[in-house]
């Protein structure tokens, strides 16, 4: 039986590729007018990094993460996201040393063992953004900007920006004693999962996706009315920083980012038009998570985008992915020795960066002629014996049917003028 790509997989083939190169272009080039400098890390790591990094009481700890032992018997996982890996960077090449902030971004796949479904992969790829020891919600608001920014020159339009503050670890911990004494008695009622999450992480109980715990919770305290004094003004602070900006928000209560070193801001944009998974881009502030993985105390925030999703969006609003490139020219040959002078032309228009092609099934004229059709050139020359002899080409425009008597050195002009 033919082999198969592994489940929630899915190759990108080369009539996809230019809108994969669309955005990747794009995220770069706004990267670049917001100053975040592009960083890569490695596909695996030590899978230490991310139970500290991510946090044990996630589900992606618990169930999501694709670890194995090497030969070298250490036990190493694929990324599961790309903040862990960056912070690791940061902390390993002692860039926290210099003057801050370190604002990275990042293009990465990401390995997640989740039930495959429509926005929802095994592998899946990200963009992010990160800034590294700025506690200012001006760099909040900048993270939200650039994300906003972006997702506005993708053509994005029914999107929405949803805001909330997840308190610090000292209000945190007097909210998740209210909350875990409202759900206390509805413990029973609640999905296996959140009961799980009841001690370890209830928080996430707030955005479980069954309707039957949504009901519950739905009059459930709020960490927004919990918040200590600092938390409160800097969540105020974020809200004025945004209207400074022009960007819209909505303040729901409901984001939460249940770890114990995220701090303050949670954001996501979301949208109802790609179905269930509509959460497109999600972020916030972790001050607690580069001393978490080693490094000294110091803040960061940043968000995560998923490519997969921003595409199927982007397919939805009808947004412009710009064009596929396509061969501009075939030169096709009749005979062994005009092939000869055919591949010597290709390769003189192609150093001339002319995307120029030659059939290399050696089909006879009518067949590379065939060819040219379905690949869609726009020009076409035929070296036959006397081109070879006279030097005087035949340059075929077969969009217009338009023949023009040429001789090598004009061609590159002519293409080029249309
Ligand atoms: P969700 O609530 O949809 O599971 P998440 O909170 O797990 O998302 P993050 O870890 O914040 O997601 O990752 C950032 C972004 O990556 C998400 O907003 C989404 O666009 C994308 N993403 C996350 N998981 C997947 C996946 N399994 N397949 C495709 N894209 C994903
Ligand atoms: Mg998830």
Redesign the pocket.
């Known amino acids: 039986m033919a082999i198969k790509a592994p489940k929630?997989t899915k190759d990108m083939m080369p009539e996809d590729a230019y809108k994969w190169h669309y955005i990747e272009d794009a995220f770069f080039k706004i990267c670049d007018e917001y100053g975040f400098g592009e960083l890569r890390t490695p596909i695996f790591e030590d899978t230490n990094l991310f139970n500290r990094g991510v946090g044990e009481t996630t589900?992606?700890v618990q169930k999501e993460m694709y670890t194995f032992e090497d030969l070298g018997h250490r036990s190493i996982t694929l990324k599961?996201?790309g903040t862990s890996p960056a912070v690791r960077a940061f902390i390993e090449s002692k860039h926290f040393a210099d003057m801050q902030p370190s604002k990275y971004c990042y293009n990465t796949p990401?390995f997640?063992y989740?039930k495959?479904q429509a926005?929802?992969?095994?592998q899946?790829?990200?963009f992010?953004i990160e800034n590294f020891g700025a506690s200012s919600m001006m760099a909040d608001a900048e993270i939200i900007a650039m994300a906003d920014d972006f997702l506005k020159r993708m053509g994005i339009d029914e999107i929405e920006l949803h805001i909330n503050s997840v308190g610090c670890r000292e209000c945190r911990t007097k909210y998740r004693k209210a909350l875990q004494d409202f759900l206390r008695p509805h413990y029973d009622e609640l999905c296996s999962t959140c009961q799980s999450r009841f001690e370890t992480n209830p928080m996430r109980i707030l955005?479980c996706k069954s309707k039957d715990d949504q009901e519950i919770v739905k009059d459930a305290p709020l960490m927004v009315d919990y918040l200590c004094d600092d938390c409160r003004d800097a969540f105020e602070e974020l809200q004025e920083n945004l209207k400074a900006m022009d960007i819209q928000f909505k303040v729901d209560p409901k984001i939460v980012?249940g770890l114990d070193y995220y701090t303050k801001t949670a954001f996501?944009?979301v949208t109802t038009k790609i179905g269930a998974?509509?959460?497109?881009?999600?972020?916030g502030r972790y001050d607690h998570l580069i001393e978490e993985i080693g490094g000294p105390s110091m803040p960061g925030v940043g968000?995560?985008?998923?490519?997969?999703?921003?595409l199927m969006l982007m397919e939805m609003c009808g947004s412009d992915f710009g064009k596929p490139v396509q061969p501009e020219i075939m030169i096709a040959f009749i005979g062994n020795r005009a092939k000869h002078y055919a591949l010597n032309l290709v390769q003189y228009l192609r150093h001339n960066h002319v995307r120029a092609i030659v059939d290399t099934q050696e089909r006879n004229l009518k067949g590379q002629m065939k060819y040219s059709n379905k690949v869609g050139v726009k020009y076409s020359i035929v070296i036959g014996d006397d081109e070879i002899e006279s030097g005087e080409l035949t340059l075929k425009n077969m969009e217009t049917g338009e023949q023009t008597k040429i001789v090598k050195e004009e061609i590159l002009d002519k293409i080029r003028r249309g």
Do not use: M, S
Request: charged share 35%.
């Open positions: 929630g589900d992606i599961p996201e990401c997640r989740e495959p926005g929802r992969l095994r899946f790829h990200q992010g955005d980012r996501e944009f998974q509509g959460t497109v881009c999600g972020g968000f995560g985008l998923g490519k997969e999703r921003l």
